[in-house]
């Protein structure tokens, strides 16, 4: 069974930076896309940034200069470089692969930025 496992997460001030890791049990070489969503209190789940296959990446313009997503394929780990934190980045993020035949969610890592 394909597991996504996120870590990284944490309290950081406003203006701070995180590095969240999603490392999969399996391959990721051939996965497209990778993602990261989050998800805030009451709020819907919504798509932070997309990595495919080939390293093309798109992001959610309320984080588009300051958020990076990239994939080290030897390591099967996805990463979401996170600067520049606002008090409205904070909830939980989730890791996010689409296989073929079925799509895969990690755990999630709350993200918590003081004001």
């Known amino acids: 069974q394909v597991q996504l496992v996120e870590s990284g997460g944490g309290l950081v001030q406003a203006g701070g930076s995180l590095n969240l890791s999603c490392a999969a049990s399996?391959?990721?070489?051939?996965?497209?896309?990778m993602a990261w969503y989050r998800q805030a209190p009451g709020k819907q789940r919504e798509l932070v940034a997309t990595i495919t296959s080939g390293g093309t990446t798109n992001y959610a313009d309320s984080v588009k200069g300051r958020f990076t997503i990239s994939r080290d394929n030897a390591k099967n780990t996805v990463f979401l470089q996170m600067n520049s934190l606002k008090s409205e980045d904070t909830g939980a993020y989730y890791c996010y692969a689409r296989l073929p035949i079925q799509t895969i969610w990690g755990q999630g890592t709350q993200v918590t930025v003081s004001s």
């Open positions: 399996v391959s990721i070489f051939s996965i497209n896309p």
